[in-house]
């Protein structure tokens, strides 16, 4: 089984009426609601409100992908939190981000640059056209798929090159975005969706829920986690593996740490 | 005339003999020294040890390209400047990161990565491989070129996909290391050259200094630079660029800024 | 002076009143005729009528970016032709491709891609939004443009992920696309630009003149062109860089040339 | 079963007695075997000499994944054949190059670009060292691994810029290669890898098997082969997503094909 932990600010569901009635089991319990029926994936729900905001070392250490929606409160989250989860994606664990998670702190981190974009809040219509033909992350979909309502966000999208560009959006108020993108950072795969504004309904439909089942799949590196993401380890002169004569001078003494 | 700020560590140059007889002008001044020969570029040098690093608002804003070189005292950087320093980069300044600065701050911020490798200091030969022809870094070289004294770094080395690999490195010892990398990070062009280790006369090698002033001609972004590179701005609804009526609920109030 | 050829079909223009209308002096001529008007640009043109298409030998070792439009006749373009233009941008030549060019057969053998798409000639509005901020082929232009009257092109396009993605245009029927990508093929930058159906006015459109000009700045690539981009040189055991000792069986003899 | 069949030349197996001697089971005869011995796999063989190379449509139709190796005979591959070939790729079949197929005809195809390189046959120890740390085509591999006896192929290496580079050689006599790449190609995932040269027992050997195997894991697409990978349909007016009228002049009729 997957082990996927679905991360929820669980903010607007609680204080919102309208997110509260769109989504009676929370965003991220309907989220790890429909992985979990979708066959060998088991997921659990974490939330800003529990301690270390339930994202413990064990925790994340079980975690094979990490989906991460919030908005409100990013600020909210603890830097060790954060320093946790980036150091979990380097060594191997998966990451999905959605929608507003484009201004979370491990996205920004992560991708080292603003994340920023244009936005408007209208109940817009979006359509979603696959741009990568028979990306796993498109399996079943069709070539396009519409949200009737949903937030906009506009380019220019102030992230890296990814990867891969899998789906680029259309918006009725003439907008593009390109909505699914792919990275690499260290061993942990990375993917940005995104749809799901607060207000609107889209964790409800079925191809928003295909992408996620499909990006937590493709997320997934079976691979051990690398224990020490950051280790730079001195190859000591006889340990070389072609015979070298050490030369010159010298700044560190042997077997030093090097200087971070 | 292209603005060029070298920024230099400046430590081991004041407590270190060897360095200090390799680099009787400092690495950074050496650097500054052979970039103002070049043509065509003004560089000037700030360190570690003045006001702000030598790095105020006034002097990035006047930075075309700042050229990094730091090892020992990475963690004396202070984030109010790591932030101005990414702030520049992501709104148009370019940026060259040089040998041991792979673990210095602002660029584990650009990368999003750990940015680690193995290295042994063993005053060994390094020979450099184009990888890119006729890339504009390599100006002027020739398909390879040695270097008969320097520190090995040896791969994985932790960083994101480049958007081209220019140089990869050779290594008596038997290892290998991308040493030539390009990325873009919002409006900035990044380069990260491996050869420098303070030890060795890397800086005065000609086809070094020539690799150096191609780097900073080709990081160059004319552009003006980005004000607010973290700018969200609300496209209201009333101003969308195709008539749309606004439907559905709404999480936001009119002209109101977006949670960061 | 930076040396372009317009290369044109020369087909519509002859035969269509429309087009005729539309482009009295040729797309090709107008094209040309804008870029001489930028500064710094020498601009001519060649036909698909012309002996050799008008890209002789001479031609194109005199030419630094080569700007193609094709579409009713891609398949009377001869295959020696296209071997002379892949060589040239391979060894260094620039190389823009305009809108209906996506099925040129020079575009589809350095993309190594299908190149396909779908579309639509309604007349529709075409609007290009910017996606890499302060990227030099955006300079000057605002962060979107609009086309009154354009054919439209839709996802998914057939070709590689590029180095980067430009532009991506909102098209008023429903699609997207990815308007303006770059890639690099041997040492010859690659720019296709998706606008340009032969019966708008498109090519006479401001802010299209300045993406063109743009462009064949950004493709042009200074270094000397590469003589034989195929050259696959032996290296003798004798002039390897590290003293080696021939060992084991061999296949071929001293000097030989390898296989093709 | 992932389908998988290699392809093979077959010409220095039957004509040189060393090659003979180190592969009795032919060269693609040995790939198959270990392909076939490690699990989910049913490899089979093709080779130059059968009717249309062994790759009829409905061989190809009925293969996962197209490893290939060539050297000697590239030029004798019908054209016929390679563009089945990269039909399929384009529509989902992957495909893994192997040494001297970096000349081969589909590859060229696929690459766009010349695909060159320099190259030494003097048996001399090739070390391959991992930098994409945990990929998938590196499971179960330790960070390097050395082949005591292989030919050298040098930088620079004609190809485009891969999604990611997975190895990275040293070669004894000083030169380095990007020994392992990725690209996507259509629908088709598509890898090089470096070693196998014919006089040598590189294919014996554990971990050149282990990466072979990985990579046609890897390479799997398991999405339904495209039919047509080249198809570029008209969208009619009255079909459009978004209600339009069609507007100004046109130079196709309605249904038409287009142009390629």
């Avoid at 429909?34 to 250490?61: C, D, K, S, V, Y």
């Amino acid at each position: 089984m997957l082990r996927v932990t679905v991360w929820g600010e669980n903010v607007h569901e609680q204080k919102n009426r309208v997110v509260a009635e769109v989504y009676p089991d929370t965003m991220h319990g309907t989220i790890a609601g429909f992985l979990n029926r979708a066959g060998g994936i088991a997921a659990t729900t974490a939330t800003l409100q529990e301690p270390e905001h339930g994202l413990t070392a064990e925790r994340i250490a079980a975690t094979d992908v990490l989906v991460w929606w919030g908005h409100a409160a990013h600020g909210d989250v603890a830097d060790a939190v954060v320093d946790r989860v980036c150091d979990a994606v380097w060594g191997g664990m998966g990451m999905i981000f959605l929608h507003s998670a484009h201004f979370a702190k491990p996205f920004k981190r992560l991708m080292g640059a603003p994340c920023n974009l244009t936005w408007r809040e209208a109940g817009e219509r979006e359509r979603l056209w696959v741009t990568s033909r028979s990306h796993p992350i498109t399996a079943g979909l069709p070539d396009h798929f519409e949200l009737e309502h949903e937030e906009m966000y506009g380019e220019p999208f102030g992230v890296p090159e990814p990867l891969e560009t899998v789906f680029v959006s259309w918006f009725a108020g003439g907008e593009v975005f390109r909505s699914g993108l792919t990275w690499r950072r260290g061993a942990g795969n990375v993917f940005y969706f995104r749809p799901g504004h607060e207000t609107y309904p889209t964790y409800h439909d079925a191809n928003v829920q295909r992408v996620i089942c499909n990006a937590v799949r493709w997320a997934h590196n079976p691979a051990m986690r690398i224990a020490d993401p950051h280790a730079a380890p001195n190859v000591p002169v006889d340990r070389a593996l072609e015979s070298i004569t050490e030369r010159g001078p010298r700044l560190h003494h042997d077997g030093e740490a090097g200087y971070r």
